[in-house]
């Protein structure tokens, strides 16, 4: 996708890849309750890893989340749901999603990033 020039579909949002670890939302990822009741997941894919390293969201609320990459591009795909982004550096991918069902997901890495890349994964739990 990147060889081709495609882009991310969440937004045209950009950000400093060189600074975006000291940038908001990206200087502190993690998981945020918003006054709407909805919540916002902001992750950064990094050198074979995701920062944060673990997730916890509820179930049946709407989560949105932000990601861009610090280095190459990477993805952020949740096995058995519809969430598939592209982390490319410089940009910010948006996705919104409701988990129906409790349980622990599988976060992997479909972009080949590196010799690390069979490596990267995480896992975020959706909880009642």
Known sequence: AFRS????????????PQTVENTAPF???????????????????????YAPSKLK?????KVRFVLTSTDV????????????????PGQINT????????GNYLILCNEYCGTGHSFMQT???AVK
Do not use: C, R, W
């Open 95 to 102: 996705k919104e999603y409701s988990f129906k069902k409790p």
């Open 5 to 16: 020039h495609l882009q991310p579909a969440g937004g045209m949002n950009t950000v400093n």
């Open 27 to 49: 200087n502190n990822p993690g998981v945020y309750q918003k006054d709407d009741g909805t919540y916002e997941v902001v992750i950064l894919a990094k050198t074979f890893a």
């Open 73 to 88: 591009t990477h993805s952020f795909s949740i096995v058995n749901t519809n969430v598939n982004m592209m982390a490319v």
């Open 123 to 125: 896992t975020i739990e």
């Open 57 to 61: 969201v509820p179930v049946g609320k």
